[in-house]
């Protein structure tokens, strides 16, 4: 059984610092890596995506990737009241890169 | 582009019944999924296309669940019978060769009662 682990939280932090979210895997031939975001009734959203070893910035994501520790993060900097949602750690079947395995999510709570 | 396509938003059947739930991908795209949502479980895979063609159907819980896709734009997720177990969300997603990134549709959320 190919497992995505999480700590569920809530995890809480004031506007403007860093939210720090961590996901491993076990599939040690899995080889795409990909952080979705969902709001409460609503549908997951891509978010980040990375490939290879080491940080993937975007805006104020930055994704990192560590495979030999099988470790997967999502790192958001100044943090906003609307980064509030539970978010996903996906990553890709050694088998086939296109079937997913999600974890069970982050819930994140941004406090003004 | 509209995204991807779902209907209902919402089902409330009786036990028992008959629930067709209904995926349009996004135009272009090669890969279909159909994944459930619940709170035990998180999200689940159940079944995937490739053009067209069912791939890995080894996450669909049993012969109750069936899914078909009979052309590029249009696919579809049948229970029959259904059961309150079967209550849950289900997105369809798409994506395309050469991205492995998914894009959800909206989901139906399903009641069994």
């Known amino acids: 059984q190919k497992e995505v682990e999480q700590n569920s939280g809530p995890l809480s932090v004031p506007e403007g610092a860093i939210a720090s979210l961590n996901c491993t895997y076990s599939?040690?031939?899995?080889?795409?890596f990909f952080w979705y975001r969902q709001y409460s009734g609503k549908s997951p959203e891509l978010i980040m995506f990375i490939y290879s070893n080491g940080d993937k910035e975007d805006g104020r994501f930055t994704a990192q990737l560590n495979k030999a520790s099988q470790y997967v993060s999502l790192l958001i900097r100044d943090s906003q009241p609307s980064d509030s949602a539970t978010y996903l750690c996906?990553?890709?079947?050694?088998?086939?890169?296109?079937?997913?395995?999600f974890g069970s999510g982050t819930q994140l709570t941004v406090l003004p | 582009d509209a995204g991807v396509i779902q209907s209902p938003r919402h089902e409330v059947t009786e036990m028992g019944q008959e629930v067709t739930l209904r995926c349009k991908p996004i135009?272009?795209?090669?890969?279909l999924f159909w994944y459930r949502q619940t709170m035990m479980r998180g999200l689940e895979l159940l079944i995937y296309f490739n053009n067209n063609v069912p791939i890995d159907d080894s996450g669909m819980p049993e012969d109750r669940f069936s899914a078909k896709m009979p052309n590029a734009s249009f696919s579809t997720l049948k229970i029959q019978p259904s059961e309150p177990r079967d209550s849950a969300v289900y997105f369809c997603?798409?994506?395309?060769?050469?991205?492995?990134?998914?894009?959800f549709g909206s989901g139906t959320r399903l009641t069994v009662v």
């Open positions: 599939d040690r031939g899995s080889q795409s």
């Open positions: 997603a798409s994506s395309v060769t050469g991205n492995y990134g998914y894009t």
């Open positions: 135009s272009g795209h090669d890969y």
């Open positions: 996906a990553v890709g079947s050694s088998g086939s890169a296109r079937q997913l395995t």
